[in-house]
């Protein structure tokens, strides 16, 4: 049996500049860190000449093109696997559409299981990007290339998205004990909703594309914001990183009208008014998780769970999409 699992994450700053239609024009920017949240994918070589896929919905299937599932179908075809006789399982410690890079974990870990069926090694850059060229070559996906890269790298990550395609990747230089003084003070609540990434950053890929004023200039801003995020973290200043936080979300809230909603507003104030420095709404918008940095911890747990919100907590991961059983 092959077990592998990939990292969810969060965004530290610039999401949204990693859309195609935004980074082939002007160069796109963002840090994002990999949390110890995961996705699982299990295979397992069975003695039936069939395929069987058990996700949400359970599929039992001849061929490769019968898949209904359009990542798991495209996968097995880029990997080249024809073999019918497989047992695919996925699993995850969080539920889809909560803004956390499911999507993008989901397949690098998957990737990287049909991988090491094949007994191929694949560099974490190699296994980011085929997972984009799924989701968003072959399958069209108005999305970004965030989630794949960070799951595939883990840790906390700057990417450089350039105009021809390429990603550069370095960790973020930041010192052991900022490091833990963040992780110790960032704090997640799910809000209760969930939502269709793609849905959201639709309306992004399409005015960018269209060359839409506001929305260039928001990107732009969006994508100077992760640069001060960047040496604040680096310098150890989380107050103003905090700050930032704060800023990028009431500018991301510029992008569409469906980017919040009145309840997200009035937590998002709550949590303001009780010990939250800042925060924001992790992924494209819409809803899954707020997060917020915040000194007086106790008191912003109290205040939102007094709001019927409910943590996740979490720390860092510094490994990846890796193999957990070979």
Known sequence: MIITRSPLRISLGGGGTDLPSYYREHCGFLIAAAIDKYVYITLHQTFVPELIIKYSKLERVLTVDEVEHPIIRESLKMVGIEAPSLEITSMADIPAGSGLGSSGSFTTA??????????NLVHPAELAEQACQIEIERLGEPIGKQDQYIAAFGGITCFKF?????VQAWPLNISEETLFNLEDKLLLFFTGYSRSASTILKEQDEKTKKSDKPMIENLHFIKDLAKQSQRALEQGDLTEFARLMDVHWQRKKERSKNMSNQAINEWYDCAMINGALGGKLIGAGGGGFLMFYANDRARLRHAMREKGLTEVRFRFDFEGTKILNS
């Not at 998957?110 to 007994?119: D, M, N, P, V």
């Not at 350039?162 to 390429?166: H, I, K, L, N, Q």
């Open 162 to 166: 350039m105009p021809d395609g390429r």
């Open 110 to 119: 998957l990737l990287k299981a049909f991988h090491a069926l094949k007994k």
